[in-house]
């Protein structure tokens, strides 16, 4: 793809999203919402203005990395430790229910299939796509509605983190037992080195963050330095313990949330996030919808598909929340924000269609599960927060009000 064509697809992608973002806004939705539309109507299924390619799906990931980078900075970490065993437990229902309803949504289409046959270890996988939870796509909704910080905010935000990893570990068990080559064990094993590794490598860093944080208060070099741990802990996540990257900037996030700084690093952070590589990310889940292939029967299974992917989440995360005594309410907005799907749904296709355990026509239903549950949430988020206060800390009003305060970096960025 070369620099020019790079240059138009930014052009139009920008453009695109901000008009539909505040199409969204105009209409009381998220403007995540209008953003992903907005890449529908742009992308190869519409208009075929812009096209995927490897360019535009790094920014995607780098999008997707700053927005939970963000996440991670903006989360009560006190609220956080005492949410976790809830998170855990809704996590766990979080992936069983829909594992059980996708695993009995394809074997009702093409027949239940006997235990170790071809077609059950592909029925078995189709539940395993509906494991995967879109937490960046939540993180925003909470975000634009001022919830993210709050008890039900960390809840929803570190059950998902917990979802996606659990949901690896099965993928990995499904697949090894068709593909030897791969070791579940192994798997495990790696989660619990990169917990190890996050608390140990996180809690150094902490203090060396804590001393630069008092040094150079406020000073550019300070979200320079998290930015570059974000980037960090998303490699070593992915590379050295097979953990999605998404999860080591969240963890990096974690990390540095307890600085004076936090705030003035996410207020930094999220100047790029919100100018490019945020709608450059919503925007790609509606670049990469195609209607190649696409048969009466593909459509029938694929709005089934959809169904049992809200429902289960809804009923398996909504029912535990509701067991750990929330309100009715409250349990919807953790099913709600728990049953958008994204960028790890496409993993667990992409790894099944390698594998051989689903057909290439199955992205097609996990493309409209992505669009679907990617509009509907925001929305449903927004109508279940309505008139509830805002539980996010109001920004500093000023930065230059704080006597700490270095002004220099500042005059000398401004030059």
């Known amino acids: 793809m070369d620099t020019i064509t790079c240059f138009k697809d930014l052009a139009i992608i920008i453009i695109a999203a901000k008009l539909f ?27 075929g203005l812009v096209g995927e390619s490897e360019f535009l799906a790094g920014m995607a990931e780098i999008g997707v990395v700053l927005l939970m980078f963000s996440a991670g900075l903006e989360t009560n970490l006190k ?7 809830v998170a855990l437990c809704i996590a766990c229902a979080g992936v069983a229910v829909p594992l059980f309803g996708g695993f009995l ?20 996988f ?30 929803i935000t570190s059950s998902a983190i917990i979802d996606d990893v659990i949901g690896i570990i099965v993928l990995t068990f499904v697949i090894g037992f068709k593909d030897t080559e791969t070791k579940p064990t192994e798997v495990i094993v790696k989660t619990l080195l990169f917990i190890v ?50 999860t080591g900037a969240y963890v990096a996030g974690i990390i540095l949330c307890n600085l004076r700084d936090a705030e003035y690093i996410a207020g ?60 009715v309410r409250d349990s919807l907005k953790v099913g709600v924000g728990m049953m958008t799907r994204g960028e790890v749904a496409l993993i667990v296709a992409q790894k099944g269609l390698a594998s051989g355990l689903v057909a290439p026509e199955m992205f097609t239903s996990v493309i409209l599960l992505i669009i679907v549950s990617s509009i509907i949430s925001p929305i449903l988020l927004k109508l279940l927060f309505r008139g509830d206060k805002s539980a996010d800390d109001p920004a500093p009003q000023s930065v230059e009000d704080h006597p700490d305060y270095d002004e220099t970096e500042e005059v000398y960025a401004e030059v």
């Open 21 to 47: 973002g505040l199409g969204a806004k105009k209409l009381k939705a998220p403007q995540v919402a209008g953003q992903i539309v907005a890449g529908l109507l742009i992308g190869p299924s519409v208009l």
């Open 79 to 85: 609220e956080l430790i005492k949410t976790g065993p």
């Open 105 to 124: 949504l394809y074997s009702c289409f093409y027949g239940f299939a006997p235990v170790g046959s071809e077609e059950f270890f592909s029925a078995v």
């Open 126 to 155: 189709t539940g395993t796509i509906l494991t995967a939870t879109s937490v960046s796509i939540t993180v925003q909704t909470l975000r634009e509605l001022g919830h993210l910080k709050g008890k039900l905010g960390t809840l």
């Open 197 to 246: 590794f996050a608390l140990g490598v996180g809690a150094l860093i902490y203090f060396l963050f804590k001393y630069l944080d008092k040094k150079f208060f406020h000073q550019r070099r300070i979200p320079i330095f998290g930015l570059a741990l974000c980037f960090a802990m998303a490699y070593c996540a992915d590379a050295f313990f097979g953990i999605a990257d998404i």
């Open 268 to 327: 930094k952070m999220d100047i790029s996030s919100y100018m490019l590589f945020g709608p450059v990310f919503f925007a790609s889940i509606g670049l990469k919808t195609t209607l190649d292939g696409f048969t009466l029967n593909l459509l029938w299974f694929s709005l089934a598909f959809v169904v049992v992917g809200l429902i289960t989440k809804i009923i398996g995360c909504g029912a535990v929340a509701k067991v750990f005594r929330y309100n």
